[in-house]
Each structure stands twice: as structure tokens, then as C-alpha cells.
């Protein structure tokens, strides 16, 4: 089965801190997704990317980065944390076939900010 | 911008044995939809994708769609304990992309 690692698994950050958000996919996917889960809101896309050294924005990219350097590995970099942002991040990886792309997720990140 | 809508709308509390009817609804026209599985703190599974509104079964699994109502149903049938967990659909936002709006997700909880 495809396998998407992320790390930390836990993290808490102090407001105006910098934190990264790493993830790792052995399917050799093109495609890489960030996602936020939060209560009332399901999941919500931040960035995507379609290969190594591509990153695009997603629903809500406000006070977040991406970086992709290898096909990979997919960070998030929050450069200045805020409150707003403690939340749960997944990270996913994909590659549209013929016909339909499944996701593969990893565990998530449970970001903590003060 | 564009909505997903899951019903019911916060948790489903059911006997083991019973069948579950879970729904959403989509503020637009819809290439495709998908069901996901998520355990309590876990990582997503795919359960079901339907492109172009097709029905789909696995399993004990059946989604369908109402593409004129802009609607899809995931069925389980004969329920199981191990089936409680969160289940969220989404829609593509272009076709054969992963780039997903999910619903907000329903708790399934089956009784013994």
C-alpha cells in the first residue's frame, strides 16, 4: 500500500515562532496535497503540488508556505505561527491515472500554537 | 465559493445489524465525488470514487449520486462495530485532480 509519512506526529509552537511541517511519500506520486482539519470545517486545501519544484496555492494559503525540493518530500512552513493556525494538518499524495486519483493520507500533525 | 453540505449533520448513532444512509449535498455542479474513512485521530482512507455520478459498491459500500439534485449517499449495509468512525465526502474541484472540498464529515457510531 502506498505510504505517506508525516512529521512531528505533535507540535507546539509559540505565537510568531517558525514551524515546518514535513511529509514524505514512497509511491513516487506526482502530486502532493496539503490539507488543515478543524471541527464544523472537515478539511480544507493550503497547498498543492504537482511535481519536484512545483508549488501552487490552494483554498486557504494565507500565512503558509510550500516547498517541494524532491519528488518526495512536501513541506509546510508556517513562518510566523499564530493561534489561528493550531490545528491538524494532513498530507496526501496522488497521481491522476485514466481515470480517477486516489489520495493516500498520511497520520497527520497536531499543531499546537500558543 | 463552493459548499459541501453532509447529513446527518454531526454524528449517527446506530445497532449493530442496521444499515446507514449518510448524504451530501454540493453547491455546484460536480465532476466527480468521493467517500472517505477516518478512524478517531487517524490518518483518511479512500472508500469510494465516483467519476461522472457513477455508482460505485464495495463491499458492504454503495454510493450513488443525484447529479440533477447534486447529491450523493453512501449506504452501509448490515452495520459493524468496526465501522464507527468519521466519514466525510468531497468533491473534486477539477477532474481527475485531488484538489478536494470536503464536507464537514459525520461521526458513525455502532452499538452492540
Known amino acids: 500500500e502506498a505510504a505517506v509519512t508525516q512529521s512531528p506526529r505533535n507540535k507546539v509552537a509559540v505565537t510568531g515562532g517558525k514551524v515546518t511541517l514535513s511529509c514524505n511519500q514512497t509511491?513516487?506520486?506526482?502530486?502532493m496535497y496539503w490539507y488543515r482539519q478543524d471541527t464544523g470545517h472537515g478539511l480544507r486545501l493550503i497547498h498543492y503540488s504537482y511535481g519536484a519544484g512545483s508549488t501552487e496555492k490552494g483554498d486557504i494559503p494565507d500565512g503558509y508556505k510550500a516547498s517541494r525540493p524532491s519528488q518526495e518530500n512536501f513541506s509546510l512552513i508556517l513562518e510566523l505561527a499564530t493561534p489561528s493556525q493550531t490545528s491538524v494538518y494532513f498530507c496526501?499524495?496522488?497521481?491522476?491515472?485514466?481515470?480517477?486519483?486516489?489520495?493516500?493520507f498520511g497520520s497527520g500533525t497536531r499543531l499546537t500554537v500558543l | 465559493g463552493q459548499q459541501v453540505q453532509q447529513s446527518p449533520p454531526a454524528s449517527l448513532v446506530l445497532q449493530e445489524g442496521e444499515n446507514a444512509e449518510l448524504q451530501c449535498t454540493y453547491s455546484?455542479?460536480?465532476?466527480?465525488m468521493q467517500w472517505f474513512y477516518q478512524r478517531p485521530g487517524g490518518r483518511l482512507v479512500s472508500l469510494l470514487y465516483s467519476p461522472s455520478w457513477a455508482e460505485q459498491r464495495g463491499g458492504r459500500l454503495t454510493s450513488s449520486a443525484a447529479s440533477n439534485e447534486s447529491r450523493s449517499s453512501l449506504h452501509i449495509s448490515s452495520s459493524q462495530i468496526t465501522d464507527s468512525g468519521t466519514y466525510l465526502c468531497?468533491?473534486?474541484?477539477?477532474?481527475?485532480?485531488?484538489?478536494?472540498?470536503f464536507g464537514q464529515g459525520t461521526k458513525l457510531s455502532i452499538k452492540p
Open positions: 468531497a468533491m473534486d474541484q477539477n477532474y481527475n485532480q485531488g484538489k478536494l472540498i
Open positions: 455546484t455542479t460536480l465532476n466527480s
Open positions: 509511491n513516487n506520486h506526482n502530486n
Open positions: 496526501a499524495s496522488g497521481d491522476a491515472g485514466d481515470s480517477a486519483e486516489t489520495l493516500y
